[in-house]
Protein backbone atom coordinates (compact mmCIF):
# COMPACT_ATOMS: atom_id res chain seq x y z
CA UNK A 1 0.00 0.00 0.00
CA UNK A 2 1.09 3.70 -0.43
CA UNK A 3 3.25 4.92 2.02
CA UNK A 4 3.38 8.82 0.98
CA UNK A 5 2.86 11.64 3.24
CA UNK A 6 -0.68 13.61 2.74
CA UNK A 7 1.79 16.59 2.08
CA UNK A 8 3.66 14.86 -0.61
CA UNK A 9 0.90 13.28 -2.38
CA UNK A 10 -0.77 16.19 -2.88
CA UNK A 11 2.40 18.20 -4.23
CA UNK A 12 2.44 20.49 -7.30
CA UNK A 13 -1.70 20.78 -6.82
CA UNK A 14 -2.51 24.43 -5.98
CA UNK A 15 -4.43 25.21 -2.32
CA UNK A 16 -7.90 26.47 -2.95
CA UNK A 17 -10.90 27.07 -1.24
CA UNK A 18 -12.69 23.57 -0.66
CA UNK A 19 -14.94 22.58 -3.17
CA UNK A 20 -18.11 20.23 -2.98
CA UNK A 21 -19.10 16.63 -2.92
CA UNK A 22 -21.80 15.97 -5.15
CA UNK A 23 -23.72 13.11 -5.50
CA UNK A 24 -26.12 13.02 -8.69
CA UNK A 25 -28.73 10.42 -9.83
CA UNK A 26 -28.28 10.45 -13.55
CA UNK A 27 -31.41 8.48 -14.43
CA UNK A 28 -31.84 8.24 -18.78
CA UNK A 29 -29.17 8.73 -20.68
CA UNK A 30 -31.59 10.79 -22.54
CA UNK A 31 -30.91 13.36 -19.81
CA UNK A 32 -27.60 14.21 -20.90
CA UNK A 33 -29.65 15.67 -24.56
CA UNK A 34 -32.98 16.74 -23.68
CA UNK A 35 -34.46 19.57 -21.50
CA UNK A 36 -35.91 18.10 -18.61
CA UNK A 37 -36.46 18.98 -14.76
CA UNK A 38 -33.35 16.59 -14.24
CA UNK A 39 -30.96 18.59 -16.74
CA UNK A 40 -32.35 21.82 -15.82
CA UNK A 41 -31.15 21.17 -12.39
CA UNK A 42 -27.70 19.85 -13.07
CA UNK A 43 -27.35 23.23 -15.53
CA UNK A 44 -28.43 25.47 -12.62
CA UNK A 45 -25.67 23.49 -10.60
CA UNK A 46 -22.83 23.80 -12.35
CA UNK A 47 -23.73 27.58 -12.70
CA UNK A 48 -23.87 28.18 -9.12
CA UNK A 49 -20.55 26.26 -8.47
CA UNK A 50 -17.44 27.60 -8.08
CA UNK A 51 -15.28 26.98 -11.08
CA UNK A 52 -13.35 23.62 -10.39
CA UNK A 53 -9.36 23.18 -11.59
CA UNK A 54 -10.29 19.51 -12.38
CA UNK A 55 -13.39 16.81 -11.78
CA UNK A 56 -13.45 13.60 -10.67
CA UNK A 57 -16.50 11.11 -11.37
CA UNK A 58 -17.02 8.08 -9.67
CA UNK A 59 -19.35 6.33 -11.72
CA UNK A 60 -21.88 3.09 -11.87
CA UNK A 61 -21.02 2.57 -15.16
CA UNK A 62 -16.94 1.76 -14.76
CA UNK A 63 -16.52 -1.23 -12.86
CA UNK A 64 -13.93 -3.58 -11.72
CA UNK A 65 -13.04 -6.70 -9.76
CA UNK A 66 -10.58 -7.16 -7.64
CA UNK A 67 -8.70 -3.99 -8.54
CA UNK A 68 -9.37 -0.21 -8.28
CA UNK A 69 -8.44 1.56 -11.22
CA UNK A 70 -7.88 5.59 -12.63
CA UNK A 71 -7.95 7.51 -15.50
CA UNK A 72 -4.37 8.65 -16.07
CA UNK A 73 -5.09 9.67 -20.15
CA UNK A 74 -4.72 13.55 -21.40
CA UNK A 75 -7.67 13.00 -23.78
CA UNK A 76 -10.13 10.56 -22.82
CA UNK A 77 -12.58 9.41 -25.45
CA UNK A 78 -16.35 9.63 -24.82
CA UNK A 79 -17.68 6.12 -24.19
CA UNK A 80 -21.25 5.12 -25.35
CA UNK A 81 -22.47 2.41 -23.53
CA UNK A 82 -25.53 2.33 -24.24
CA UNK A 83 -28.47 0.94 -26.52
CA UNK A 84 -31.52 1.76 -28.39
CA UNK A 85 -31.67 5.24 -27.99
CA UNK A 86 -31.67 7.73 -30.84
CA UNK A 87 -28.80 8.78 -33.17
CA UNK A 88 -28.24 11.65 -31.67
CA UNK A 89 -27.09 10.40 -27.96
CA UNK A 90 -24.49 8.22 -30.16
CA UNK A 91 -22.84 11.26 -31.66
CA UNK A 92 -22.31 12.90 -28.23
CA UNK A 93 -19.17 13.77 -27.54
CA UNK A 94 -17.59 14.96 -24.86
CA UNK A 95 -13.96 16.52 -25.22
CA UNK A 96 -12.66 17.61 -22.20
CA UNK A 97 -9.00 16.64 -21.47
CA UNK A 98 -7.59 14.71 -18.35
CA UNK A 99 -6.18 15.12 -15.60
CA UNK A 100 -2.79 13.42 -14.71
CA UNK A 101 -2.01 15.37 -12.26
CA UNK A 102 -4.94 14.36 -10.51
CA UNK A 103 -5.12 11.02 -11.81
CA UNK A 104 -2.14 10.63 -9.91
CA UNK A 105 -1.98 12.25 -6.68
CA UNK A 106 -5.31 9.92 -6.33
CA UNK A 107 -2.82 7.61 -6.58
CA UNK A 108 -0.66 8.32 -4.41
CA UNK A 109 -2.77 9.26 -1.52
CA UNK A 110 -5.25 6.69 -1.13
CA UNK A 111 -3.61 3.82 0.80
CA UNK A 112 -6.44 1.86 1.55
CA UNK A 113 -6.37 0.34 -2.11
CA UNK A 114 -3.75 0.10 -4.41
CA UNK A 115 -5.03 2.18 -7.09
CA UNK A 116 -3.51 1.35 -10.52
CA UNK A 117 -3.77 3.76 -13.50
CA UNK A 118 -5.48 3.19 -16.58
CA UNK A 119 -5.47 4.44 -20.31
CA UNK A 120 -8.39 2.08 -21.50
CA UNK A 121 -11.43 3.91 -20.23
CA UNK A 122 -12.61 7.32 -20.67
CA UNK A 123 -15.89 8.89 -19.89
CA UNK A 124 -18.90 6.97 -19.88
CA UNK A 125 -22.75 8.21 -19.33
CA UNK A 126 -22.53 8.53 -16.20
CA UNK A 127 -20.13 11.41 -16.40
CA UNK A 128 -20.18 13.10 -19.54
CA UNK A 129 -24.04 12.36 -19.31
CA UNK A 130 -24.32 14.59 -16.41
CA UNK A 131 -21.47 16.82 -17.07
CA UNK A 132 -22.62 17.88 -20.67
CA UNK A 133 -25.57 19.46 -19.03
CA UNK A 134 -23.49 20.67 -15.93
CA UNK A 135 -20.24 22.01 -17.68
CA UNK A 136 -21.28 22.09 -21.64
CA UNK A 137 -17.92 23.76 -22.52
CA UNK A 138 -16.04 20.70 -21.74
CA UNK A 139 -13.06 23.40 -20.45
CA UNK A 140 -12.80 21.52 -16.99
CA UNK A 141 -10.02 18.78 -17.08
CA UNK A 142 -11.90 15.57 -15.74
CA UNK A 143 -11.10 11.86 -14.81
CA UNK A 144 -12.26 8.66 -13.42
CA UNK A 145 -11.92 6.55 -10.65
CA UNK A 146 -13.60 2.53 -10.63
CA UNK A 147 -15.61 0.99 -8.67
CA UNK A 148 -13.76 -2.45 -7.42
CA UNK A 149 -17.33 -4.82 -6.99
CA UNK A 150 -14.79 -6.57 -4.61
CA UNK A 151 -15.04 -4.18 -2.21
CA UNK A 152 -17.50 -4.26 0.72
CA UNK A 153 -19.43 -1.32 0.64
CA UNK A 154 -17.65 -0.10 4.28
CA UNK A 155 -14.38 -0.48 2.03
CA UNK A 156 -15.85 1.78 -0.74
CA UNK A 157 -16.70 4.54 1.65
CA UNK A 158 -13.55 3.97 3.40
CA UNK A 159 -11.71 4.93 0.19
CA UNK A 160 -13.84 7.99 -0.28
CA UNK A 161 -12.71 9.19 3.35
CA UNK A 162 -9.07 9.34 1.61
CA UNK A 163 -10.37 11.35 -0.60
CA UNK A 164 -11.35 14.32 1.35
CA UNK A 165 -8.14 16.04 0.67
CA UNK A 166 -8.28 16.76 -2.87
CA UNK A 167 -11.31 19.04 -2.08
CA UNK A 168 -9.17 21.45 -0.72
CA UNK A 169 -6.68 21.64 -4.03
CA UNK A 170 -9.53 22.62 -6.63
CA UNK A 171 -11.19 19.03 -7.26
CA UNK A 172 -14.78 18.80 -7.77
CA UNK A 173 -15.93 14.98 -6.76
CA UNK A 174 -19.00 14.06 -8.51
CA UNK A 175 -20.38 11.06 -7.66
CA UNK A 176 -22.99 9.14 -10.56
CA UNK A 177 -25.27 6.63 -9.53
CA UNK A 178 -28.90 6.06 -8.35
CA UNK A 179 -29.94 5.44 -4.99
CA UNK A 180 -32.40 3.35 -6.31
CA UNK A 181 -31.88 1.17 -9.93
CA UNK A 182 -34.54 -1.23 -11.12
CA UNK A 183 -34.93 -1.33 -14.78
CA UNK A 184 -36.73 -4.59 -14.44
CA UNK A 185 -39.73 -2.34 -12.90
CA UNK A 186 -39.80 0.57 -14.83
CA UNK A 187 -42.90 1.78 -16.01
CA UNK A 188 -44.50 4.30 -18.46
CA UNK A 189 -46.94 5.53 -16.17
CA UNK A 190 -43.93 6.81 -14.11
CA UNK A 191 -46.26 6.21 -11.06
CA UNK A 192 -43.59 5.05 -8.20
CA UNK A 193 -43.72 1.77 -6.07
CA UNK A 194 -44.94 2.04 -3.04
CA UNK A 195 -41.08 0.30 -1.92
CA UNK A 196 -39.30 2.75 -4.38
CA UNK A 197 -41.27 5.31 -2.27
CA UNK A 198 -40.35 3.73 1.40
CA UNK A 199 -36.69 2.79 0.31
CA UNK A 200 -35.81 6.57 -1.20
CA UNK A 201 -37.48 7.85 2.27
CA UNK A 202 -34.89 6.05 4.45
CA UNK A 203 -32.21 6.66 2.00
CA UNK A 204 -33.01 10.22 2.44
CA UNK A 205 -32.76 9.90 6.25
CA UNK A 206 -30.08 8.28 6.83
CA UNK A 207 -27.67 10.21 4.40
CA UNK A 208 -28.96 13.60 6.09
CA UNK A 209 -28.28 11.94 9.83
CA UNK A 210 -24.93 10.63 8.29
CA UNK A 211 -25.81 7.28 9.02
CA UNK A 212 -23.38 5.12 7.24
CA UNK A 213 -24.20 2.00 8.84
CA UNK A 214 -27.99 2.08 8.58
CA UNK A 215 -27.48 3.34 4.42
CA UNK A 216 -24.86 0.53 4.17
CA UNK A 217 -27.43 -1.89 5.59
CA UNK A 218 -30.89 -0.36 3.65
CA UNK A 219 -28.79 -0.86 0.35
CA UNK A 220 -27.81 -4.43 0.50
CA UNK A 221 -29.74 -6.75 3.25
CA UNK A 222 -33.69 -7.76 2.65
CA UNK A 223 -36.21 -7.52 0.38
CA UNK A 224 -36.02 -4.12 0.11
CA UNK A 225 -32.58 -3.82 -0.81
CA UNK A 226 -33.08 -6.17 -3.80
CA UNK A 227 -36.18 -4.50 -5.20
CA UNK A 228 -34.15 -1.27 -4.67
CA UNK A 229 -31.24 -2.47 -6.52
CA UNK A 230 -30.74 -5.84 -8.03
CA UNK A 231 -27.53 -5.15 -8.50
CA UNK A 232 -25.16 -2.83 -6.72
CA UNK A 233 -22.99 -0.70 -9.08
CA UNK A 234 -25.61 2.36 -8.95
CA UNK A 235 -25.73 2.80 -4.82
CA UNK A 236 -22.32 2.52 -4.46
CA UNK A 237 -21.25 6.24 -5.45
CA UNK A 238 -23.42 7.79 -2.81
CA UNK A 239 -20.96 6.10 -0.29
CA UNK A 240 -18.35 8.49 -2.23
CA UNK A 241 -19.97 11.66 -2.00
CA UNK A 242 -20.65 10.79 2.22
CA UNK A 243 -17.19 9.58 2.46
CA UNK A 244 -15.81 12.91 0.88
CA UNK A 245 -17.64 14.85 2.93
CA UNK A 246 -16.50 16.89 6.29
CA UNK A 247 -18.22 17.02 9.42
CA UNK A 248 -19.20 20.89 8.81
CA UNK A 249 -20.42 20.05 4.99
CA UNK A 250 -24.08 20.78 4.83
CA UNK A 251 -26.59 19.08 2.98
CA UNK A 252 -28.85 20.36 0.24
CA UNK A 253 -31.29 17.31 -1.45
CA UNK A 254 -31.96 18.40 -5.48
CA UNK A 255 -34.10 16.50 -8.39
CA UNK A 256 -36.11 14.19 -5.67
CA UNK A 257 -38.15 12.35 -7.38
CA UNK A 258 -38.59 8.44 -8.69
CA UNK A 259 -38.23 8.56 -12.10
CA UNK A 260 -40.32 5.49 -14.20
CA UNK A 261 -41.44 3.93 -11.05
CA UNK A 262 -38.75 2.86 -9.76
CA UNK A 263 -35.18 5.07 -10.37
CA UNK A 264 -34.90 7.15 -8.01
CA UNK A 265 -33.38 10.67 -9.04
CA UNK A 266 -32.86 11.91 -5.34
CA UNK A 267 -29.34 13.65 -5.61
CA UNK A 268 -27.56 16.39 -2.90
CA UNK A 269 -24.74 18.52 -2.75
CA UNK A 270 -22.45 18.37 0.33
CA UNK A 271 -20.74 21.85 0.60
Known amino acids: MN ?32 DTPYSRAWRALGESLPKPQAILCVSAHWTTKGETLVDVSDRP ?14 EQVYPALGAPPYANAVSRLVKSARVQ ?12 GVLLQMYPHADIPMFQLSLDLAKSPLEHYRLAQELRLLRERGLLIVASGNLIHNLYAM ?10 VEFDAKAAEYIKNRDIARL ?14 PTIEHFLPVLYALGAAEDADE ?9 LGAISMRSFVLA
Do not use: C
Request: charged share 10%; hydrophobic share 45%.
Open 216 to 229: IALGTEGQLAQLAN
Open 251 to 259: LTFFNEGID
Open 3 to 34: QMSPAAALAGLPITPRLPALFVGHGSPMNAIL
Open 117 to 128: PDRNWGFDHGSW
Open 77 to 90: PTIHDFGGFPQRLF
Open 187 to 196: NQSGKAYPWA
